[in-house]
């Protein structure tokens, strides 16, 4: 008897994906996490970090995902610039 051959995960519009992006397009399931990249939940308080060169760089801790993120964003534009 011939063994199934092992498939690839599937995107929801029907292609086939490699894991790293499969893995990339699941839902969050943690809830710590706000959704955006670099903003993550500290107690009650949103942290905005990334890191640059091996190297934690923290913005801060804001009361509401959209400030951490405008942030990030900031951060992001900033080092892109330079």
Same mark, same amino acid.
């Given at each position: 008897?011939q063994?199934?051959? @092992? &498939?690839?995960p599937?995107?929801?519009?029907g292609?086939? *994906?490699?894991?790293? *992006?499969h893995?990339?397009d699941?839902?969050?399931?943690?809830? &710590?996490?706000s959704?955006v990249?670099n !903003?993550?939940?500290?107690?009650k308080?949103?942290r905005?970090?990334?890191?640059?060169?091996?190297? *934690? !760089?923290? @913005?801060?801790?804001?009361?509401? !995902?959209?400030?951490?993120?405008?942030?990030?964003?900031?951060?992001?534009?900033?080092? %892109? %610039?330079?």
């Amino acid at each position: 008897m011939q063994e199934p051959a @092992l &498939r690839q995960p599937r995107s929801p519009n029907g292609r086939d *994906q490699g894991q790293v *992006q499969h893995r990339r397009d699941r839902p969050n399931r943690n809830n &710590r996490h706000s959704g955006v990249r670099n !903003v993550y939940r500290d107690k009650k308080r949103w942290r905005a970090q990334f890191s640059r060169n091996g190297i *934690q !760089v923290h @913005l801060g801790a804001f009361d509401s !995902v959209a400030e951490a993120e405008a942030a990030v964003r900031k951060a992001r534009a900033r080092i %892109a %610039a330079a």
